[in-house]
């Protein structure tokens, strides 16, 4: 301790030298801060209610420690040689963490985005610096064994930001994401290193047209079961193709990108529509480098991501998505960040949540509207106003403005009265909400059914087993599943895939064969946000842990009841006992490398498939 005082001396003269610094560099020193603090009568933090703020500016936090002093010489010459002048030195350093990449539209656009967000910064007094982190493309791997590597991207995500803003000694950042794994990266990397950021959304794509119709990714996989059955021809098959992905931004419903995007702005996360722009539009260069403005602003504040993530800011969020008609990918993704975040939240949250607020957008996959034509009417703002109005979601919580969700609000326009793509309160597509947490002896820590009302609210059936999502497809294609089936597909779990991979494919393919009403599938992997029809995902325990999905057998009657939100194999308890005793854990597919390493630390779906929790240390 004495020794830490004498460095002290060495900055500070005076304890009131050492006050007016705020102490923003001493974060990693919370029993000396504590004591400093004391001595001075300075309350460092105040976190009493969810919109609380700290006292202090967090100016040059974390960069002073960087390049101030002769001993940082060595440092500073690095920074000069890539653009820095003395006069930046004395400036915040604002990462920016760029997801571009060349490997999907989703992120195709985002080195520009990150540009616009740079310009904010420096604009307004700050030093921006760009940085990269990566993406996968969740579309194209569709289906492969390469998308086991899409979940475990998320948490390559946070890591490497959380990396690169540790290392580099960044004051805050712009986070900009585009494909559906990069937004909760993002956002768990912001609430572990809880420094000033926003994160900014990369944007919708356009849609395509074919016939005159809108078009997207989904159509395209929609389009192959249609194909399969012999709908479409070898023709009508490419002019999809051809014309579904016109350019840059994030597929166009509201799969798991835009609820993503829409979750956090919810969260007050990012700028208020920051969710509900074009990839490719003035208003989406603007919002960057707002961002980049309003990051000087949190630091100037002594705003930190976990003065605004509160279990009520998650609330938020989960009540946006179901009004949305989200992803079921978002139970997932809010508990993870949420686990981060340090704020406690469960999957029966979404249960209780979800039983007051209905469901109001007609936005694919299962309604008509695609985003973009969201974005034309007004976003989501008019639709967050509403639900703060009606008390379904909180407004009095903190946002990245610096200001309330319901302030941000104030001056938020109605959506046109003629418009049909958000339906008022009191005329709902669905009274409650359409994501569902479902237990029984299936599922005894549960699992996440996606239930729009339009495919029926039970299902019984005799169950058809597949170990994998490849084999699965065939069957569907080819004929083998029919009317009655419910399709289990297992072992693709967080452990035993390894990496939940998403049945978008197979699903795709039992809307395009036309059996959408006709057959269910339940699985322990996962959904894209594309996914519609009878389908239950996130089953846990998982198969590969010795889960009773992985004891099902074809024959075996199932049950899916939403109203009484169970997942039953209708088979004594007797017999499901006999055969978990006579069950062996399969071999692991990977025993080195990314997968294997994930599969090792992996929990549950049902507390968000994190990889730094309950770690052995």
């Not at 923003?24 to 004391?38: A, H, N």
């Not at 004395?90 to 616009?116: F, Y």
């Not at 193709?241 to 007050?268: Q, R």
């Not at 967080?494 to 395009?512: D, H, N």
């Amino acid at each position: 301790v004495l020794s830490f005082f004498f460095f002290l001396t060495v900055r500070y003269t005076t304890i009131e030298d050492l006050v007016s610094a705020d102490f923003c560099w001493l974060d990693d020193y919370p029993q000396t801060l504590t004591l400093i603090g004391s001595l001075s009568g300075e309350r460092r933090v105040s976190k009493t209610k969810k919109t609380s703020v700290r006292p202090c500016s967090l100016d040059r936090c974390h960069s002073c420690q960087l390049v101030e002093g002769a001993e940082r010489a060595p440092s500073r010459a690095m920074l000069h040689a890539v653009g820095f002048t003395d006069k930046d030195f004395k400036k915040n350093q604002v990462g920016i963490a760029s997801t571009w990449s060349m490997v999907t539209p989703c992120n195709m656009h985002i080195d520009k985005l990150a540009r616009e967000a740079a310009k904010g910064v420096d604009n307004a007094g700050g030093k921006a610096v760009i940085f990269n982190t990566i993406t996968i493309s969740d579309g194209i791997s569709m289906g492969t064994e390469g998308m086991k590597y899409s979940l475990v991207s998320r948490e390559v995500i946070a890591d490497s930001i959380e990396a690169v803003v540790g290392c580099e000694g960044f004051d805050g950042f712009v986070a900009i994401g585009g494909c559906d794994k990069n937004m909760p990266g993002c956002m768990m990397a912001m609430a572990r290193l809880n420094r000033p950021s926003v994160f900014v959304y990369g944007g919708t794509i356009l849609p395509g047209k074919h016939k005159g119709k809108n078009v997207d990714i989904v159509s395209v996989f929609e389009a192959v079961g249609a194909h399969a059955r012999g709908d479409i021809d070898d023709r009508e098959l490419k002019q999809i193709e051809a014309t579904a992905i016109p350019g840059a931004g994030s597929c166009g419903g509201m799969y798991t990108a835009n609820t993503m995007a829409s979750a956090i702005e919810a969260l007050g996360m990012s700028l208020p529509n920051s969710s509900a722009q074009a990839a490719i539009s003035p208003a989406k260069r603007l919002d960057c480098r707002n961002a980049g403005q309003a990051v000087l602003n949190l630091i100037k504040r002594g705003i930190t991501p976990r003065d605004i993530l509160s279990r009520e800011a998650f609330e938020n969020a989960i009540a946006l998505i179901m009004a949305l008609g989200g992803s079921t990918n978002a139970v997932m993704h809010l508990l993870a960040i949420a686990h981060s975040a340090k704020v406690p939240l469960h999957i029966d949250d979404f249960t209780r949540i979800g039983r007051k607020v209905p469901v109001l957008a007609d936005l694919k996959p299962s309604g008509r509207f695609v985003m973009a034509e969201l974005v034309k009417i007004g976003g989501t703002v008019p639709l967050m106003k509403t639900l703060v109005e009606e008390g379904l979601m909180h407004g009095d919580c903190l946002t990245v403005t610096g200001k309330t969700l319901k302030e941000n609000l104030k001056g938020a326009k109605p959506y046109p009265k003629k418009q049909e793509i958000i339906r008022p309160i009191n005329n709902p597509i669905k009274k409650d909400g359409h994501l569902v947490i479902l237990y029984g002896n299936l599922a005894t820590t549960g699992a996440v059914a996606k239930i729009s009302g339009k495919e029926g609210l039970r299902f019984t059936g005799r169950a058809r087993v597949f170990h994998s999502e490849e084999t699965a497809l065939k069957a569907i294609l080819d004929g083998t599943v029919v009317k009655g089936d419910v399709i289990v597909i297992r072992y693709e779990g967080p452990r035993g895939g390894p990496g939940m991979r998403e049945m978008l494919a197979p699903t795709s393919a039992v809307m395009g064969k036309g059996l959408g009403k006709d057959v269910a599938l339940i699985t322990d992997g996962r959904f894209s946000g594309g996914s519609h029809g009878f389908v239950v995902g996130h089953i846990t325990p998982e198969a590969y842990v010795g889960g009773p999905l992985a004891i099902v057998k074809d024959g075996d009657a199932i049950t899916i009841d939403a109203e009484k939100r169970e997942l039953n194999l209708e088979v004594s308890a007797a017999e499901i006992k006999k055969r978990l005793k006579a069950w062996k854990r399969p071999a692991p597919r990977y025993t080195d490398g990314l997968l294997a390493k994930y599969a090792s630390h992996v929990t549950s779906a049902s507390l968000g498939a994190v990889t730094d929790m309950n770690l052995d240390l």
